[in-house]
C-alpha cells in the first residue's frame, strides 16, 4: 500500500474519510468546538455559502447535507409532503434528534423554494440558533448585482462578528481567503489528477476525500487532500477498460456513495462531476489584495461553477459549461444522475441534453434519493451505458 511524503498510507487517510462520513453525530466538529469555550459552529446547507467568512470570525464551517441512507426519518416526514425532496426532511431529523445541537448557527443558500422555507422553519424550531437565509445576486453586472451582493456580504460579516462578541477585520477576511484559495487549488488538482489517472483515484475515494472538507477545519482538510494526492501517486492501481463520464445534477441532495461505486463498477470512470460544489464553486483565486468583500463579490460573479440554481443570463451559453467539461476531462459520456423531486435539476436537464445532443455527446439519465438502498438497477443501466460507448467508439 502506498504511504504520502508524511507516511500516510491511501488506506488510513480513506478510512479516516469514511468514517467522518458515516458518522452523523459530528464528533470531530463537537470535540473541536468543545476544546475552547470562545468557538462556535456554523452550519451551511450545500452548494455554496462564503466559507471565508465563517472561518475569519474563527469558527467552524460545517457542511450539512442530509443524512444520507444511514438516517432514519422518522420526525422529518411530517413538515414536508411526500412530493418534497428528502434532503429537507432527513435535515430536520438532524435537528430534532439532536444530531446537531451544538451548532450555533445555520445559513440556508440560495437553491430552491425548498430550502428557503427550510430557513423558517428551522428559526421556528431553533430559536436560539442564529439563521439566515443566504440569498446571491440574479445581476451579474458588478455595480448592480456585485452591489447587492457586497451588501449581502457585509450583513453575514457584521452578524457572524456579533456573534463572537467582536468584528470581523478586513485583514482576518483576506488571511481566510487566502487559506480557502490554497485548499481549492488542492481540490482543482485532486480533479486533474483523476481526470488523468482515474483507476488511481476512484470517485468513491476523491469523493470521501472531498465530504471530509464539510466537517474538518480547512487546513487541515487541505493537508488531507496533500496527503492523499501524494500516496495514490506512489501506488499503481490496475487499470481497467472502462468509458470515461461526466456525472452531473448531484450538486445538492448527496447521492449514496454506493451509487457513485456502482457507477464504476459497472464499467465507467467518473472524471468530472458537480459534487460538493461548495468545495470548489469559485473556480480562480479570489484575490487577496483590495477590499475582501468587493473581491469575494466579483468572483462569484465572474468566476464561478454552473448548475441549475445558479441564474445564467446568457442563454448561448447554458449548457456549454457541460461541454467544456467533457472536452477537458476528455470523457466520453454524461450521465445525468437527479435527486426525485429536485425542481432545479429535473428542470434543466431537457435543455442540457439538447445541448449535448447537438454536441453529439452520448448520454443517459436516472433519478435518485438520498437513501436509494437498490443499486442493481443503476448499475446496469451504466453498464449497459458503457458497452453502448465502446461498442460505437469503436465501431
Known sequence: ?????????????????????????????????????????????????????????????????????????????????????????????????????????????????????????????????????????????DDIGGSYYVNELAELMHDLGKLRGKPITDDELRNSIAIYNENRRLVRELYEFRAERPWQAPAAEAYLVLRAGLVLQVEEHSAMIRDYLAAVRNEERPRRDNCRVVLTGVFCEQPPLNLIKSIELAGCYVVDDDLLLVTRWLTADVPTEGKPLENLARTFLHQSESTAAKYEPDLKEKGQHLVRAVRRSRAEGVIFACPSFCDPALLERPMLQHVLKDAEIPYIAFKYAENSGQMQPIREQAGTFADSIKLWSGA
Not at 86 to 108: A, K, N, Q, W
Not at 109 to 134: A, E, H, Q, T
Request: overall charge neutral; charged content about 20%.
Open 1 to 141: 500500500m502506498a504511504t504520502s511524503l508524511n507516511g500516510s498510507k491511501t488506506s488510513d487517510i480513506v478510512a479516516r474519510a469514511q468514517a467522518l462520513f458515516d458518522d452523523l453525530s459530528f464528533t470531530s466538529a463537537r470535540q473541536w468546538k468543545a476544546a475552547d469555550p470562545s468557538r462556535k459552529v456554523v452550519g451551511y446547507l450545500p452548494i455554496y455559502v462564503p466559507r471565508e467568512i465563517i472561518h475569519a470570525a474563527g469558527f467552524l464551517p460545517l457542511g450539512i447535507v442530509g443524512g444520507g441512507d444511514q438516517l432514519e426519518v422518522i420526525h422529518g416526514d411530517a413538515y414536508y409532503q411526500s412530493y418534497i425532496c428528502r434532503i429537507p426532511r432527513s435535515t430536520i431529523e438532524l435537528g430534532v434528534s439532536g444530531r446537531i445541537d451544538f451548532v450555533d448557527g445555520m445559513l440556508f443558500p440560495s437553491i430552491c423554494d425548498v430550502i428557503r422555507n427550510l430557513s423558517g422553519m428551522w428559526k421556528m424550531m431553533f430559536p436560539n440558533v442564529y439563521v439566515r437565509y443566504f440569498d446571491v445576486p440574479q445581476n451579474y453586472r
